[in-house]
Every structure is written in structure tokens, then in C-alpha cells.
């Protein structure tokens, strides 16, 4: 469960920026938009956050810090050769953003514990690293690593709680990964619900596809298969069934509008392989017959909702959480309230799945479907810094329009356009 996260000197942010999922006392929609924290003591956490703002204001970037973040936990230790740089770039905007480590920090509970893990990179190095532990709700702090410019090497603490072959641990890190990473690939059993948080992070977005091999996975499998079948026609997209078909590789296969360039790359990586072809069948009114319907040539809203269905069931079913960076593409708004209010349901999220998403659509603001406290938004100030404030800087009263306060204004994070232009 993510109880906040923040970022600085990473692209668009210089200046540190944080989200939190941390609820306010309102009442509204307390009990389908938020949940209980299973730590005694903390606040109740919001299911959901929705991030608002204009084009190149910096709602990708949020999205890709955390991205970085992960990817960075995951496959520092193991995939990142002595010298090698860190795939981290800082906001230059400013002279000293280049010379200045970029730095990110996530609060987090897993396993019923709350943590703090947060690091510092540049191009070339960790610069800071820590971990802090709250068993019992007691602040333990377990590690911390700082580089000393000075002396040319890192000053370590190591806290009485945390234990494991700490100094082996220690020299086996390089300058170039995490410390977290490096104790997981030699087995630190008391790290691994740290590592785990990170590596079960779903995240959609910063310029890729959506893959939907996971669905077609789990479509393999009958009863698997029925629930996405029912979670695509409960979208109100009409299919009777799916059918999975293996096939060796054709290029007749890809969508005949994709680029030629693309489909001489796949099929050099395909060829002679073996593959699985999924189709839609679509009832027709006044036919015995459905209409087949393979996937590539369905609609780009639903080959993204069939991408999307797979994960979401298993975001929903393992309380996991999804960063998905402008969820609204192709979708209609109606198919983006289905999905958020999968999320705002005591049935089918139990488990307390959690989702961060930017978007467009502001029509979810009047819905009924998000509270105040959920609701964010990045603009650039004018040193082209990316700022992240919530909604709840504006106190906005009960009741108050608040796609009609956007859209006027009211909150900033508005595209500045010719024509609002004196």
C-alpha cells in the first residue's frame, strides 16, 4: 500500500514534490473510496488518485520517476556493470540541476509494516540511500549510505535491528547500484518484503504500449478466461466468448496499418516462432453466427481495455498498485468510470489495490466518483519547474463544481492556448 511519494531534480521537478494517498477527515465517499490502514495509528489511505494538468506540465515525468524508481530497485545489482552510468536525468532548468544528485523517496506498507526507502543518484553514482522500518509502529532506522565527496567513498550506518551479512552486503554494492538490490541477489530474507513492494508495482505509461500478453495469459485459463470475458462485457463491450488459437508467426497477423519498418523487426524476431492468435467473437442481432473478430483489427479502445483487463483483476485481487500515465486514450469516459469504480468497491477491491493515474477527462470530476482530497495537479511555474499540489489548497466547498472551476481557471494546470491569450 503506497502512503506517498516524492521526487526532486528529476526531469521537469527540481524543487521536491510529493503525492500523497494519505485521506483528510471529509466524510464523502469514505467508505468506497478509502480504507483503513492495516497500521495502527496512521490515517485511513484513498484507493485512488487522479493527476490533472496540461500538455508537457510534467504529469508523464511524475509517472516515469516512479517507473525509474522501480526499475532501478529491481535491476540495479544485477544488470548494471561497474562504470556504467545511472539512467537518471535531472532537471536543467537550472545550472545546478546537472551537478546535483536526483532524488526520490516512497512511503510505503507492506506485510503490515510501514517503510521509508528512499535514494539519491547522478549520472555516475548513488549518492544517498536509506531505509527506515516502523514494526510495532517504532521508527527503526536499518540502513543508510552516504558518499563523502572528501574522502572519494560512502559513509555507512547499520542499525542494531537490521541483520544479515551486513559488511559482505556492504562491498558487494557498487557505486552505480542500490544497496537494497544488492543484499536482495545475496539473500537478505528482511529486505525482501521491501524489494517485493517495489517489484509488484504495476506502472502503464512514459511512452510505451500496453502489452496484453498478461491477458492472453491468463485466458488460457477457462475460469481466468470467464472473468475477463466478463469484465470486458461488463465495459459494455459485447463478446461472447474468446478464443485462443497457437499458430506459428505470420505477418499477416499484424495490423495492416503498422508501419512497414516495424513488421520487418518483428518479423525477424518472430519468424518460425510460435504464437498465440486471439479472436473476439461479437453476437449479431438477427444471426445464428457471431462475427470473429481478431484482436488486431478490434477498436484501439478495445485492445487497450482487453490489455487492460488482466491486470486489473490481479491489481484488484492482490492489492497491488498501478501508475498509469494518461489512462483516458481511447477509452470512452464511460469505460474510464467502470474502471475507477472497480477500484471504489469494497466487492471487488478487498484487498485495497491502489491506482495513480493522469488524465484528461474532467467530466470524473463531477461524477460523484472521486473526493477532493484525491484529486491533484502539475503545472510549470515560470523556471519551467513541474510544481504538484492537490486539489485541497483551494479548500473548495462542499458541493462545488469542480470541472467548471478547472476548466475556469480556478486551480491552474490549464494549457495556455491563443486564446486565452489578451
Known amino acids: 500500500m503506497l502512503i506517498e511519494f516524492s521526487v526532486a531534480n528529476f526531469r521537469s521537478f527540481w524543487e521536491p514534490r510529493k503525492l500523497s494517498l494519505t485521506a483528510t477527515p471529509q466524510k464523502d465517499l469514505l467508505e468506497s473510496n478509502t480504507f483503513e490502514s492495516p497500521v495502527s495509528g496512521l490515517p485511513r489511505l484513498l484507493r485512488s488518485a487522479v493527476v ?9 515525468n511524475f509517472i516515469r520517476a516512479m517507473w525509474f524508481v522501480k526499475q532501478f530497485v529491481v535491476s540495479s545489482a544485477k ?7 545511472i539512467a537518471v536525468n535531472p532537471f536543467l532548468f537550472n545550472q545546478l540541476g546537472a551537478s546535483h544528485p536526483s532524488e526520490f523517496e516512497v512511503q510505503f506498507i507492506q506485510e503490515g509494516v510501514r517503510y521509508q526507502y528512499g535514494f539519491a543518484a547522478t549520472k555516475e553514482r548513488v549518492t544517498n540511500e536509506w531505509l527506515i522500518a516502523y514494526p510495532g509502529g517504532r521508527a527503526q532506522r536499518w540502513f543508510e549510505r552516504t558518499f563523502q565527496p572528501e574522502s572519494n567513498d560512502y559513509q555507512w550506518y547499520f542499525g542494531s535491528r537490521f541483520i544479515g551479512r551486513k559488511k559482505q552486503w556492504q562491498e ?9 538490490s544488492t543484499a536482495i541477489q545475496w539473500n537478505s530474507e528482511q529486505l525482501k518484503p521491501v524489494f517485493t513492494w517495489f517489484q509488484r508495482l504495476y506502472i502503464i505509461g512514459h511512452g510505451t504500449l500496453i502489452d496484453p500478453g498478461f491477458s492472453i495469459k491468463l485466458c ?9 470475458l466478463a469484465f470486458m462485457n461488463e465495459a459494455d463491450i459485447s463478446i461472447s466468448d474468446i478464443l485462443m488459437e497457437t499458430k506459428e508467426f505470420s505477418v499477416e497477423d499484424l495490423p495492416s496499418d503498422m508501419p512497414e519498418a516495424l513488421k520487418d523487426d518483428i518479423r525477424q524476431k518472430m519468424d518460425g516462432k510460435k504464437m498465440m492468435r486471439v479472436g473476439f467473437l461479437h453476437p449479431v442481432k438477427g444471426e445464428e453466427s457471431p462475427v470473429i473478430l481478431p484482436l488486431e483489427e478490434e477498436s484501439d479502445g478495445t485492445r487497450k481495455l ?7 483483476l490481479d491489481i484488484l485481487t492482490q492489492g497491488r498498485i498501478l501508475f498509469a ?3 483516458d486514450t481511447s477509452l470512452h469516459p ?9 477500484f471504489h468497491n469494497n466487492k471487488t477491491n478487498q484487498a485495497n489495490g491502489q491506482l495513480i493515474f493522469t488524465t484528461h477527462d474532467t467530466s470524473l470530476l463531477d461524477q460523484d466518483l472521486v473526493r477532493r482530497d484525491q484529486v491533484w495537479f502539475v503545472d510549470k511555474d515560470q523556471a519551467n519547474a513541474s510544481q504538484l499540489y ?8 462542499a458541493g462545488e463544481a469542480l470541472q467548471k472551476g478547472y476548466l475556469n481557471g480556478r486551480y491552474g494546470a490549464l494549457p495556455y492556448t491563443s486564446e486565452a491569450r489578451p
Do not use: V
Not at 220 to 227: I, L, S, V
Not at 337 to 342: G, P
Open 52 to 60: 490533472y494538468g496540461p500538455n508537457a506540465g510534467g504529469k508523464s
Open 79 to 85: 544488470e548494471h556493470q561497474e562504470g556504467e552510468g
Open 220 to 228: 488460457q485459463n477457462d475460469e481466468k478466461k470467464k472473468r475477463i
Open 390 to 397: 492537490p486539489l485541497t489548497d483551494f479548500k473548495p466547498r
Open 325 to 327: 500515465d494518461e489512462l
Open 306 to 312: 482487453f490489455a487492460y483487463a488482466g491486470p486489473w
Open 172 to 180: 558487494m554494492t557498487r557505486n552505480n547500484a542500490l544497496f537494497l
Open 334 to 342: 464511460k469505460i474510464m468510470r467502470f474502471l475507477l469504480s472497480m
